[in-house]
């Protein structure tokens, strides 16, 4: 299973990872120019690294994932993901949703469209989210 998750993340890489990754990636350096944005950062930085490589990892809310609230998953995330939908989320969900129509047009591209669709819901809320790896 391992080889072929690496098969997979090669040829995302390939076919359009590496561009939304580094879309990822910049709105990370926009997010870093002012204090406030410095939280979003952060979150497009490893949502960015798993935008890259994303077959085998997961992103899952925080709160189930360790069982207590933190500030990203109460009201001042809710707060922050209304702010980041308006400013960069429905960019990056746009783009990723043009990639999915390119990938899904071939059978082949189909697992590629589906990662795409996972990143672009992702896109939209990604405050009190975290990426773990699949089992």
């Given amino acids: 299973m391992a080889v072929l998750r690496l098969v997979f993340n090669i040829a995302w890489f390939i076919l359009g990872g590496f561009v939304m990754g580094l879309a990822w990636w910049f709105a990370g350096l926009l997010c870093f120019i002012s204090i406030i944005g410095i939280p979003f950062g952060r979150a497009c930085f490893v949502i960015g690294e798993m935008t890259f490589w994303p077959f085998g990892q997961d992103s899952v809310n925080r709160r189930t994932h360790t069982g207590m609230e933190d500030l990203g998953t109460g009201a001042f995330g809710t707060i922050g993901n209304i702010v980041w939908f308006l400013l960069f989320g429905i960019w990056l969900a746009i783009g990723h949703i043009m990639h ?31 990426v773990v790896a699949k089992a």
């Fill in 100 to 130: 999915a129509f390119a990938c899904a047009i071939t059978i082949i591209g189909i697992p590629f469209a589906l990662q795409h669709l996972k990143l672009a819901i992702l896109s939209l809320t990604p405050i009190g989210q975290t």
